[in-house]
């Protein structure tokens, strides 16, 4: 039986947050499956507060990632949630793009322009700080799209801030799949693993939402006709920015259709019930050499040493597509 969390109600200070709603922040580096993520969680205001969207440095530079996150800000319709920019690059490593992937605008298949709502003031790590202190206890939800390096600087900077946290919910790492940026790792943890080591080792609850999972999620054709058929800005933007993403990876895996991965993290919140995995230990490499950014999954549990983290790896794709399309038909 798959893991299913029940979703509590919650309070911010005296305001109930709504019967099922869940208090999330999300924190993304647009990125084409990071804007469809976006579109998804802001056409779900029933079940989310989105607090903020939080952007750092990964497929493409911090101005364009913090860009593209108010542009699907602005075509969601949902100007009333703030971007806060991050961290323009990583901890520790020589910092590393996608945009061969993404596009030099980190959003390709569409007309990117400047959008009209700007950024926040504040720094998205103060941000996570001065929000995360002041919450009700273990009352927000993370979902992070893109590399860790915003919630791992300010776990350093203010290690209490784990008091308002949740849970985490990561798109990242790979396990029985391999990984899509070297033969083990994946973008996201390989772009910074010191972040996701210092994540991982912060105690929090997370859920890493592997590539595992998000190569059994894949477009088809008749999937974005599905979506095609909403007919709406959205749900055309939505199949102009996939058909032109899945390109790389249908080549360079010679599959039928494309992953999604970043709406996975959101459909997880959604319907957690649509997929399925397991309490593991996971280790991360940050050690220079071939081995660079991977997460080795202790599945079996051979090692019996502490399990840190539910690892998904597989998925309900019709499930999955049929509840993004649904989510797609409520935008403009
Ligand atoms: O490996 C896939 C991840 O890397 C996704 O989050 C994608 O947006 C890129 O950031
Ligand atoms: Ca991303």
Redesign the pocket.
Known sequence: MPAVLQHRAGCRGNVLIGPEQIDLIID????A??VV?LLFALASPDEFNVRALTTVA??VRLDKTSRNARLAREWAGREDVPVYAGAPKPMMRTPIYAEDIHGKEGLSGVAVYEPKAGLAEANAIDYLIDTLMAATPRSITLAI??PQTNLALALIQQPGIVQGIKEVVI?GGAHFNGGNITPVAE??VFADPHAAEVVLKSGLKLIYLSLDATHKILTSDERLKQIAALNNRASKLVVDILNDYIKADMEHYDIPGGPV??AAVIAWLLRPQLFSGREVNVVIDSREGPTFGQTIVDWHDRLKAPRNAFWVNDGDAQGFFDLLTERLGRLK
């Open positions: 993304t580096d647009p990125g499956d990071d993520a990964g497929n799209l893109g798109m973008f996201n991965h970043d």
